[in-house]
């Protein structure tokens, strides 16, 4: 039989407490077990764990999972206002307005037509800028494996980079932070 690592028998480990191990699984654990007393012992600690969170578990009220969802801030393209259709209705009706009145100026081109036009106009844009922006990030990918790939200096450069970058980033949250302390040292004079 193909010798386990240590890995494995650890996930078996795991997976014995659900009671989630095939037959032959458990057969091979319990045959691991009669010959490794560090497994034994990592068991029984997992066993004592796993009864430990057992016997701990806190109960909630019948309400909060709903209280919590109620009182989390709603997002601006989930607003349930009125005010937050006003714009794209707005749009939607100069749209429908303005394919009438090419309609009626130009017999030729359809309002219908024109209005399916511009649709697909907006589809091809959509479908356009999707692929553009997966291209985008696949090359960024393909640069980053590059450079991480072909040299040492290439890797410890990009930990420089970062680096500095979170130096700037917490600079920049200082300042914010002092500003407005500065803003009520001159209000006070």
Known sequence: MATIDRQQLEEWLHLDLDDELSPNQRRELERQLAVKPELVRERDELTRLDSLLAAERVEVRPDFASQVMAELPVAPWEARSRQA?????AVLVV??????????????VPGGSLVVSMAEMVGTALITGAGLLGASWTGLRLAFVELVSTSPTGVVGLVVALVALNFLLVSLLRRRRRAPASDRASSSR
Do not use: C, D, R, Y
Not at 85 to 89: A, E, N, Q, R, T
């Open 85 to 89: 259709w006003k714009l794209p209705l």
């Open 95 to 108: 749209l429908l307005i303005g394919g009438g009145l090419l309609a009626t100026i130009s017999p030729s």
